[in-house]
């Protein structure tokens, strides 16, 4: 039997293997001809050439993921002190870039150096009627402004540039159109809700807490000081979170837009930088990744006249632009960064450095949050408190479920006074349904009598805040009152003119003493129309 062997030549490159050169219907059919097995080793050689690149790739990118999470949770993100850290805040460095700045719409009336505390109240239509304000008359000098109103020129009210960042717009506007009558007393700076979830007061009233404010004993030492004593819902606490510029804070505020509390604390570390630094200075107004800055709740505070005057007026009109230019759009996100700013601005002269070019952040954090046994008595008499730990005393403040008053609250706690606002069940200052005359502030004097709605209610001196409505019919009431007066001094003319020429020298005098009493009246009548006008002003003395 013969065996024939041919062997034959290699192929070169210009000679492609022979399954190239097959046509299409028989490659097919070869490779439906092959076994699976022998597909399955190949498919596997193949990829078995290019997964060592894929696989270095993978394993790269799990090694960083897994070194993240590592930072993220044994980095120390936990509260700190800030002992040791410096920080070029002394100094609003804003720059802004527009070309003409807000007209003066909120200059306070009769405000002066010499004045009663001002009580700067930011006041939305939410919160209803500024009723419950009666019964502090005589105590502060009311600086109410209406944020949430447009602007217009036909309005004699305190206005504002536009309603942005909650209460800040108002408190600086303030500021900037006030600046050189600031009472030697002190300002209050206040929400316009009477009823209110962050009101350290058991029943969540701030009525009782500005009656009880000692504004004097409130402003010694530092000169300012925030309305909340109790630590909840405030960066004071040790179990706060993570630090504002962490990495943890900065991915909770990308993968999670909804928690407005990592949002607006990553923005706060970079609203510094805006608000401090340039002209070279962002490094040292940069927070560090584990710097914590601690701060009250919710906006609500009393400062001296100097702690406001540590800042020019140029840098509270600079703040103020940064809040209508650049700040983050979001106002539940600017008005909390604002709540974090007060007392960097106010406690500067307290925590300066040496070198006087930064603040001590050791230092401010702990003005920024005294203890709560101490503070109750300082500010509000509630001394000797038991049960008292750094940031709580038992009995005095609870938050409540939700951070949300129910909707009956004010009802519930107003103690018989109708006309103050309530919670509406909101939880940003929100009240009662505000009157139908458009919860314009209404605040009387104390010894002003009750009388029915369709009288004439003439204030004392001293002024007070008059709804619509009541404002008609009390200047209607007052022309019938005048048209009365001149139909009655008529009837005196023709009474004069009808006596004979045989009066007697007595009557004659009796004549002259009534048309003394007359005049004695009518300069009465002129001087208490005066005082009506001043009255019906926006804001009261």
Known sequence: MQVHISIDPPATPADPPHRFKLPRRQRLLDLLATPTSTLFVSAFTAQMRVSP???????????????????????????????????????????????????????????????????VVAHVKDNGPLRWLDRLHGKYHYCIYHVDRPVSRDREELQVP???????????????????????????????????????????????????????AALEGPGYHNLRCDWSASTCAKDYGSPQNSIETKLNAKTQPWDMRSASDAAFADSLVAIFGGFNRD??????????????????????????????????????????????????????????????????????????????????????????????????????????????????YTIPPDFTLPDDWARMHDKGDEASGGSGGQNLDSAREPDRSGGRAKVQDEGVRKQESNQAKRPK???RLEDAEIRKEAQKAEESRKEAEGQQQADDRKKEKAGTAQESESEGAQGGTRQEAENSRKEADREQAEHWEDDNKPIIM
């Open 53 to 119: 690149r894929k696989a270095l790739l993978n394993l790269g990118l799990f090694g960083a993921a897994l070194l993240l999470i590592l930072y993220v949770n044994l980095a120390p993100s936990k509260s700190t002190s800030g002992a040791g850290r410096n920080l070029d805040w002394t100094t609003v460095r804003y720059t802004s870039k527009a070309e003409r700045l807000p007209d003066v719409r909120g200059k306070c009336p009769g405000l002066n150096a010499e004045s009663h505390p001002a009580l």
């Open 283 to 396: 490094a040292q107004a940069r927070l560090g990744r584990s710097d914590m800055v601690k701060s009250q709740c919710c906006a609500q505070f009393v400062v001296s006249r100097d702690r406001i005057y540590q800042h020019s007026l140029k840098e509270y009109i600079a703040l103020r632009q940064w809040l209508l230019e650049d700040a983050p759009q979001d106002d539940k996100i600017s008005g909390r960064i604002m709540s974090y700013l007060w007392h960097i601005l106010f406690l500067r002269k307290e925590v300066m450095t040496e070198s006087r070019d930064s603040l001590d952040l050791g230092r401010l954090n702990q003005l920024a949050c005294p203890s709560a046994s101490d503070c109750y008595c300082k500010l509000y008499g509630r001394c000797d408190l038991e049960g008292c730990l750094d940031g709580h005393c038992m009995g005095q």
């Open 461 to 463: 001196a001293g002024g």
């Open 162 to 216: 536009a309603n942005k960042g909650h209460e800040a717009m108002a408190y600086l506007t303030f500021i900037i159109d006030n600046y050189p009558n600031i009472p030697l007393a002190g300002v209050v700076f206040t929400h316009g809700s009477r009823f209110s979830w962050h009101n350290d007061e058991p029943t969540y009233d701030n009525l009782p807490l500005l009656e009880a404010l000692n504004v004097p």
